[in-house]
């Protein structure tokens, strides 16, 4: 193995994986039978974190970086002048198991830039699992990209040797795809999101009838979107990741967003600040509406387009629903728990299994750990003290902004500082 | 009245599972349980010791899966947290856990209960983190060799995770805090004390114990690791949260910032 012109093509290639916000390694339950090489583990497992703090659990590369297409957002366009690599399959392997073996990563995340076209692309993103899995006996977590436009014959069988698919779209909204990129259609990136789809439903409902039928994409699939290169609003993005993951099954969509890389009058500039709060607050409404039981057209709808920035959503609603609260906690149901401001669902968990022996008083929940500065608003408990004031929400939001630190508060901030 | 007692174990994990099974069948007023090593008696308490028995740990630990799995892990995880006093908190757990009918293990509003279900945790992240954190480096002699020194003492717990993954190949985890290994000889694990002169700490400085190639691939993932930062979005506390840095010196790709 030639190790300077690897460490060459690994860095190109790599620099221009690195926008790829996936990084899970979880879902899987693949195992190590015939005492092979590695296993997936169910909860996933980071490795290291970059010095912007997002997890390293994959090896993250592109087979290649040549491309036929030419998208306003990404840093391997064709029109864009970067140094050009492509890794063969065999190396794309020994790369893999080598840093495996070392337990410096839990498998590959391969993807490509698009080169003569999507099939050809996509059979070789094949090859590598399919080397992977059957030569190497290899069954640490593979994540493959769908290429866009690829057969669905090639789809079947990545399903095969991966445990995740994905697609990104990118561009939330239609209109948006069309002026940035250009060459791509809309049917493109479903078409393969549904044949996988279509394959996982099927192979699971195999599994019930035969035991030992082989698993297809054990993780899932998931997409990506960016956050602030097309000037949609929260809802568009939110409405559409719902849209994603009913549809589809997915068991993620990422949101991303925007790092500036080039200059093109149909995007925000180079060094415009990348919108990292709002990409936090769309994260905080995914988990609501996937694990907290509330549904998109509650937190976003015509009247609240976009996320409030300087509260996190769940208490934005709970300031707009005020009619709702104060919650008892030593009755309500699981549901209702949930929806309070500043209790997760773990305390939740606890809240719910302590109650059953005693009633429950303040300075039990705050040994659970509930964030009482928000909570209190909220809730009553086992206890003479609890929030008397008629308090509207302006006051309620003031008075909790006022206990609590945010780091990005300065940023958003509309009073000037004195010191800065 | 009952006299109070003090009970001396052998520091292990059924050592500990023999004294309780001992102030049970006794019906010892137990004011303390301590480790042989680390004994200090009190001004009003007589001290016993216990000897170690396999078939009286056996049947605690037993009686406690009976009432609950989760009690149990949470039993075994707190005990490996070397926490100073926490032998006296387990047995406080265990005692209320056998007078409960059943479920005692999930009150969190009590206090014993909420802190071994904390300390537990704090165990469990801590072997998840080894699990993640230990880089293993070939030696010339082909054994996959890796040094840790983890807050508690996780080398039982992430045993079978090691052994589930890396079947074909002979891999050594040395803990250096408490100076025992884990060594896989490709058929089972198995304890293993060394002496090591030359502790592998992540030098820059190459040993002449490992291959030449594993400072190629060493050299590969550091790249790689730098060339996933975005600079654009650096968050520094962010990263030490994730990775503190007390851990940096057993991770190759932190070497120069050591």
Redesign the interface.
């Known amino acids: 193995m030639n190790?300077d012109r690897?460490?060459e093509k690994?860095?190109i290639l790599?620099?221009a994986a690195?926008?790829d916000v996936s990084c899970a390694s979880s879902g899987s339950d693949r195992?190590?039978k015939t005492?092979?090489?590695?296993?997936a583990?169910k909860m996933g497992?980071?490795?290291?974190?970059?010095?912007?703090?997002?997890?390293?659990s994959l090896?993250?590369i592109l087979l290649t970086n040549h491309c036929i297409f030419d998208c306003a957002y990404c840093v391997t366009r064709k029109s864009n002048d970067v140094p050009r690599a492509a890794f063969k399959v065999q190396e794309v392997v020994d790369?893999t198991i080598?840093?495996y073996?070392?337990?410096?990563i839990e498998g590959l995340f391969l993807s490509s830039g698009i080169f003569k076209s999507p099939d050809h692309t996509m059979e070789r993103l094949v090859s590598v699992a399919k080397k992977l899995r059957k030569e190497e006996?290899f069954n640490g977590y593979i994540h493959l990209k769908s290429i866009p436009g690829a057969s669905d014959e090639l789809m079947y069988e990545a399903g095969l040797y991966a445990d995740r698919l994905s697609v990104n779209i990118e561009v939330p909204t239609i209109s948006g795809l069309k002026l940035l990129a250009p060459d791509k259609k809309h049917e493109d990136f479903t078409k393969p999101m549904e044949k996988v789809k279509n394959e996982i439903v099927r192979y699971k409902s195999e599994q019930k009838i035969i035991k030992n039928t082989p698993k297809y994409a054990p993780a899932g699939q998931s997409t990506q979107m960016i956050v602030g290169a097309s000037g949609e609003s929260d809802k568009d993005i939110m409405y559409s990741a719902t849209y994603y993951y009913k549809t589809y099954n997915m068991k993620r969509v990422y949101y991303s967003?925007y790092?500036p890389v080039t200059h093109d009058s149909r995007l925000p500039a180079i060094g415009s600040q990348?919108p990292?709060l709002r990409e936090n607050r769309l994260y905080q409404t995914d988990w609501l509406l996937r694990f907290y039981g509330f549904s998109v057209g509650e937190i976003l709808n015509n009247q609240h387009p976009n996320l409030d920035m300087d509260v996190d959503p769940k208490l934005s609603w709970a300031l707009r629903n005020l009619h709702h609260f104060p919650v008892n906690v030593n009755t309500a149901d699981k549901r209702l728990l949930a929806r309070i401001p500043g209790i997760g669902m773990r305390s939740v968990d606890?809240?719910v299994?302590?109650?059953?022996?005693?009633k429950?008083n303040w300075d039990?929940l705050k040994?659970?750990g509930v964030a009482l500065n928000r909570a209190q608003y909220f809730m009553v408990c086992e206890s003479r003290y609890w929030e008397r004031r008629d308090l509207d929400a302006e006051k309620i939001k003031g008075m909790i902004l006022q206990n609590s630190s945010g780091?990005f508060r300065n940023q958003y901030s509309t009073q000037l500082s004195l010191f800065n | 009245m009952n006299t109070s007692t003090t009970l001396i174990y052998d520091g292990s994990f059924n050592g500990f599972l023999t004294a309780v099974f001992v102030a049970f069948d006794e019906k010892i007023n137990v004011v303390d349980i301590q480790k042989n090593n680390q004994s200090q008696s009190g001004l009003f308490s007589d001290t016993e010791t216990v000897f170690t028995n396999v078939e009286k740990a056996k049947r605690v630990w037993n009686g406690i899966r009976n009432k609950s799995y989760n009690a149990i892990s949470n039993v075994y995880f707190a005990f490996l947290s070397e926490t100073e006093g926490v032998e006296l908190m387990l047995y406080n757990y265990i005692q209320k856990l056998m007078r409960a009918q059943s479920g005692k293990c999930l009150d969190y509003s009590d206090s014993t209960v909420l802190y071994i279900a904390q300390l537990a945790k704090k165990v469990g992240r801590e072997k998840h983190r080894m699990e993640a954190f230990v880089r293993f480096q070939l030696t010339k002699d082909e054994i996959y060799f890796a040094n840790i020194e983890p807050d508690f003492d996780v080398l039982p717990l992430i045993s079978k995770h090691f052994r589930d993954r890396y079947a074909d190949q002979k891999w050594l985890i040395y803990d250096i805090k408490r100076k025992y290994g884990i060594y896989y000889d490709l058929d089972h694990v198995e304890m293993v004390s060394l002496n090591l002169k030359d502790i592998q700490h992540n030098k820059t400085v190459k040993s002449n114990a490992f291959t030449s190639e594993e400072y190629e691939y060493q050299t590969l993932w550091n790249d790689y690791f730098k060339s996933t930062n975005i600079a654009s979005r650096i968050n520094p506390k962010l990263h030490t949260q994730h990775v503190p840095k007390r851990y940096w010196k057993y991770l190759s790709e932190k070497k120069e910032a050591v």
């Open positions: 190790f690897i460490r690994l860095n790599a620099d690195k926008y195992t190590n005492k092979g090489l590695g296993n583990s497992i980071c490795h290291s974190y970059t010095a912007d703090g997002r997890c390293v090896l993250k790369l080598n840093f073996r070392r337990n410096y006996n967003g790092v990348v990292m606890k809240i299994k302590a109650r059953k022996f005693r429950l039990h040994k659970m780091k």
